[in-house]
């Protein structure tokens, strides 16, 4: 009989490409590790892994065992949702991953109305959708808030759901509306932008270029507070979000993008989104954006 313990190492090793990341993130030695994985080959009778690099890769043989992994866990994660819905109240540790707009006009609020769960505990980490999803998978976190730009939707891997929580319109921002009056004005401007690989930088990019020109991108940052100043001070130009603003008078020129709207939306592991916990966490979410 195969240890569930060892299958789950082989599984780690997969989404982490290291022993080393393996034991971090399950706080084992790598000598231990390796160890596990070794006596896992022995039981099985056919090499699981090989190395490519400094990195290992499974052998097809490694991949089929990781798929039946993969199907054991979400059934006993369904299975723990199962007997926690029994007891009714929801109770234990919900961890989040969202990234920096969502978290403060979303997840800080929902906080507050989760506090009529004595039993339950968030934990809260802020990160951007493409580091946490694979995490997601590795089971660092519960649920994830991810973003869609228009023509730029998130991939999401085999494995997990997603639950749609509101639309966001995103709209160009300037010091002096009257001085810039859309886009294709903005042509020789000093651009803000989120880093390149992140889905708001291709879009915005993509949008740039369909006005006819491209931006001069002098400011990268994933911070949208720094995109807010950088163009109050009329240091750059860019685009912001509605969530940004929660209730208070945007201090720059907003002008609207027609059909330009990015989706926010809760992922979560198929089987764990019935967790009574997950479940209350994404009903405040829900709460929250109504």
Same mark, same amino acid.
């Given at each position: 009989?195969?240890?569930?313990?060892?299958?789950?190492?082989?599984?780690?090793?997969?989404?982490?490409?290291?022993?080393?990341?393996?034991?971090?993130?399950?706080?084992?030695?790598?000598?231990?590790?390796?160890?596990?994985?070794?006596?896992?080959?022995?039981?099985?009778?056919?090499?699981?892994?090989?190395?490519?690099?400094?990195?290992?890769?499974?052998?097809?043989?490694?991949?089929?065992?990781?798929?039946?992994?993969?199907?054991?866990?979400?059934?006993?994660?369904?299975?723990?949702?199962?007997?926690?819905?029994?007891?009714?109240?929801?109770?234990?540790?919900?961890?989040?991953?969202?990234?920096?707009?969502?978290?403060?006009?979303?997840?800080?609020?929902?906080?507050?109305?989760?506090?009529?769960?004595?039993?339950?505990?968030?934990?809260?980490?802020?990160?951007?959708?493409?580091?946490?999803?694979? %995490?997601?998978?590795?089971?660092?976190?519960?649920?994830?808030? @991810? !973003?869609?730009? $228009?023509? /730029? #939707? +998130?991939?999401?891997?085999?494995?997990?759901?997603?639950?749609?929580?509101?639309?966001?319109?995103?709209?160009?921002?300037?010091?002096?509306?009257?001085?810039?009056?859309?886009?294709?004005?903005?042509?020789?401007?000093?651009?803000?932008?989120?880093?390149?690989?992140?889905?708001?930088?291709?879009?915005?990019?993509?949008?740039?270029?369909?006005?006819?020109?491209?931006?001069?991108?002098?400011?990268?940052?994933?911070?949208?507070?720094?995109?807010?100043?950088?163009?109050?001070?009329?240091?750059?130009?860019?685009?912001?979000?509605?969530?940004?603003?929660?209730?208070?008078?945007?201090?720059?020129?907003?002008?609207?993008?027609?059909?330009? %709207?990015?989706?926010?939306?809760?992922?979560?592991?198929?089987? @764990? !989104?019935?967790? $009574?916990? /997950? #479940? +209350?966490?994404?009903?405040?979410?829900?709460?929250?954006?109504?």
């Amino acid at each position: 009989m195969l240890e569930l313990r060892r299958l789950r190492l082989l599984r780690e090793l997969s989404r982490r490409g290291t022993v080393a990341e393996v034991g971090k993130a399950l706080h084992l030695s790598p000598s231990g590790v390796s160890q596990q994985l070794n006596q896992l080959e022995s039981e099985v009778g056919v090499p699981l892994l090989e190395r490519v690099g400094r990195r290992l890769q499974l052998t097809p043989a490694g991949s089929a065992l990781v798929a039946h992994t993969e199907a054991i866990l979400a059934r006993l994660e369904q299975a723990g949702a199962e007997l926690a819905a029994l007891s009714g109240e929801p109770r234990g540790t919900v961890r989040v991953a969202s990234f920096q707009t969502a978290t403060h006009a979303l997840v800080l609020p929902a906080l507050a109305r989760l506090r009529r769960h004595e039993g339950l505990a968030v934990r809260l980490s802020v990160l951007e959708p493409e580091s946490a999803l694979p %995490a997601l998978l590795a089971r660092d976190f519960d649920i994830v808030i @991810g !973003e869609d730009y $228009p023509g /730029v #939707r +998130a991939e999401i891997p085999d494995g997990l759901a997603r639950t749609e929580l509101c639309t966001d319109p995103l709209r160009f921002a300037v010091a002096d509306q009257t001085r810039t009056p859309g886009i294709a004005a903005a042509r020789d401007a000093i651009w803000v932008m989120e880093p390149k690989g992140s889905a708001a930088r291709a879009w915005a990019t993509n949008l740039c270029r369909a006005a006819g020109f491209e931006p001069e991108v002098g400011y990268e940052s994933d911070d949208m507070t720094a995109h807010e100043e950088l163009v109050r001070l009329g240091h750059a130009v860019g685009f912001l979000s509605d969530l940004l603003w929660r209730g208070r008078t945007p201090p720059v020129g907003l002008i609207p993008v027609p059909g330009q %709207a990015r989706t926010l939306y809760a992922v979560m592991r198929r089987g @764990g !989104e019935a967790h $009574p916990a /997950v #479940r +209350a966490v994404r009903d405040a979410l829900r709460e929250q954006v109504g």
